[in-house]
């Protein structure tokens, strides 16, 4: 990509010294202004392939340290860069055409020498055409701003051509019939050269402005927002935001899945996402936040926590989730899924199911129905070493580190697992009983982060955390 990006943009620079060197040659010569117009536009068009070539260098590099998001806006910024010169490029040659039509500095241009102006136009066009094709095409392959910039230099430079040409035309005729009012066609059409060019920089420049403001492009959040509903399994999307850097969008958004969904299963939906955004959307790097939702018929906590404790009684079953309440005609049907740590035949399960279906139906008032579906899941258990008795010094650095924090947390009961190379703390942590779910999450993070950064070799942190006596 990179490779072809460059040679695209180093083409275009071959081609603007040709040009600009050509027109300057031919303008000096017949003393057309619209020709030195063109030749003063090839000029920029020099420097702005020679900063898009560069820019396409820069925004190829990977991200790093600094620069976490790439270096995409490069290309951004030397858009800019081009608008802003075409825009100075313009003002000079309005400033020349209206001393020429207005304040008495007008040329005159020989109809021998106009032939001579044509035909380095005509060259002109064939040249851009060219170009800005091969320009376009890269461009939409990589979503190259730099480059789109760069072939609507050499569009605007077809179009300008044209209107020279034209001017051209009317000045020959008029030193031919000796009519003087057709040769202001020259600065006339150096005017109507920079009027386009005014009109299609300043589009550009928006749109350059827009990514560099990070500005979401037009309809794409919407198209999110279609797509991740589309998903299995999301209930509700929020928090969308897109940042355009070069060629690459980076996209987060929030996903509001069941509470009651297992690990595997957020896992696999947050992959579904991902993976639709990235057809949808190429060049996307996408960060998905989830957060629980109450599913329909399922507000009421009280049902789940006693399926739970039901479940609970039996060793086999490891984890509940995918509980749907459905209420029919005034009476419940429930549906959930239950894990189990080893497989079971046809005929264990189907005994199994009915014991804790009935069980439900006992404790939960107004259920007639219940579907139990098992799913066996394999886990590796890893024979875990207590080697608390040989870890004196890293529990008094632990102990220092917790009464000395910000927080100042009480820690006792620390134990040491070592589980191959892995090592695991265990502690348990005393707050102030008022404290509310949110800050013993921030504490106990802070907890986990201040040993991990103090202490080398800690794998795992598994905090209990329980009311300080007063």
């Not at 009317?170 to 060019?197: H, M, N, T």
């Not at 009476?331 to 804790?356: D, R, Y």
């Not at 632990?398 to 009480?410: A, H, Q, S, T, W």
Request: aromatic share 6%; proline share 3%; charged share 25%.
């Amino acid at each position: 990509m990179s490779s072809e990006k460059q040679k695209a943009a180093l083409s275009s620079v071959v081609a603007a010294v040709f040009l600009t060197l050509v027109k300057i040659g031919v303008g000096v010569f017949t003393g057309s202004l619209g020709i030195l117009s063109e030749a003063a536009h090839s000029a920029l068009d020099l420097g702005a392939a020679f900063v898009t070539f560069f820019a396409v260098r820069i925004s190829d590099k990977p991200a790093d340290r600094e620069h976490h998001y790439g270096h995409g806006k490069v290309e951004s910024f030397s858009a800019l860069i081009e608008t802003l010169l075409l825009l100075a490029t313009c003002g000079w040659i309005i400033y020349e055409a209206m001393g020429r039509l207005f304040w008495g500095r007008m040329v005159s241009i020989e109809a021998d020498k106009s032939v001579w102006g044509m035909a380095v136009m005509v060259l002109s066009i064939a040249i851009n055409v060219s170009r800005s094709r091969v320009l376009k095409r890269t461009a939409k392959k990589y979503g190259s701003q730099a480059l789109e910039a760069d072939a609507l230099h050499f569009d605007t430079d077809v179009w300008s051509s044209l209107v020279v040409i034209a001017g051209l035309v009317c000045a020959g005729i008029g030193d031919l019939l000796g009519i003087p009012a057709l040769q202001y066609g020259d600065p006339v059409a150096a005017l109507g050269v920079s009027a386009l060019v005014i009109v299609v920089s300043v589009r550009m420049g928006k749109k350059t402005v827009d990514v560099l403001l990070d500005t979401a492009p037009e309809g794409m959040v919407e198209s999110i927002l279609n797509e991740v509903k589309g998903v299995p399994g999301v209930l509700e999307v929020s928090n969308i935001r897109v940042r355009p850097s070069g060629p690459n969008y980076f996209i987060d958004l929030c996903a509001g899945i069941g509470r009651n969904e297992s690990h595997r299963v957020v896992h696999s939906i947050v992959d579904s996402i991902r993976e639709n955004l990235q057809k949808k959307i190429p060049n996307s790097d996408i960060v998905i936040s989830t957060f629980p939702v109450d599913v329909a018929g399922m507000q009421d906590m009280e049902i789940y926590q006693t399926i739970k404790k039901i479940v609970d009684r039996f060793p086999v079953c490891t984890n509940i989730h995918n509980i749907h309440v459905y209420d029919v005609s005034s009476k419940k049907n429930i549906a959930i899924h239950i894990e189990v740590k080893e497989p079971m035949s046809l005929e264990e399960s189907h005994e199994l199911s009915h014991t804790i279906a009935a069980m439900i139906q006992e404790a939960v008032e107004g259920v007639e129905d219940v579907s139990v579906n098992f799913e066996y899941v394999k886990r590796d258990y890893i024979q875990a070493q207590d080697i608390t008795a040989q870890s004196g010094e890293l529990i008094r650095k632990i102990d220092e580190l917790m009464k000395n924090g910000p927080d100042r947390v009480g820690c006792h009961d620390i134990k040491v697992y070592r589980e191959g190379d892995r090592v695991s703390i265990f502690l348990h942590c005393e707050l102030c009983g008022s404290y509310t779910t949110e800050k013993i999450e921030a504490v106990s993070r802070n907890v986990s982060d201040t040993i991990k950064e103090n202490i080398d070799g800690i794998e795992n942190i598994h905090i209990h955390v329980e009311p300080a006596e007063e």
